[in-house]
């Protein structure tokens, strides 16, 4: 049986304006980008919880229950985009161990 994931922690980057961005504010719709996993992580993470955080100390500033993961077009074919519903319970989750550069998967 595959493991599931929990939840994923990664960074916001504010190179070339961040990379955190409202998809449609009314909906609470937001995205990040750009993480590399594979497509088998990347569809599995559907429905589980992201965070995001301004470094891996920080208790994170938002996230939300991902809806999709997906790659986007004209970009890095590893890297994949994931865009989630915003929730309040995400704000202020601390998560300081197991990170890699910019992300950590929970399991």
Not at 20 to 26: A, G, H, N, P, S
Request: proline share 3%; with cysteine; hydrophobic share 35%.
């Amino acid at each position: 049986m595959p493991r599931i994931p929990r939840a994923i922690h990664v960074l916001e980057r504010k190179v070339d304006g961040g990379n955190l961005t409202c998809i449609d504010r009314k909906k609470r719709l937001w995205q990040t980008g750009y993480w590399i996993f594979s497509d088998n992580t990347a569809d599995a993470l559907v429905g589980a919880n992201v965070f995001i955080h301004q470094g891996q100390r920080c208790a994170s500033h938002m996230g939300g229950v991902i809806v999709d993961v997906f790659h986007e077009p004209d970009t890095d074919y590893r890297r994949k985009v994931i865009r989630f519903t915003a929730k309040r319970s995400a704000i202020g989750v601390s998560s300081t161990e197991g990170w890699g550069n910019e992300r950590k998967i929970e399991w």
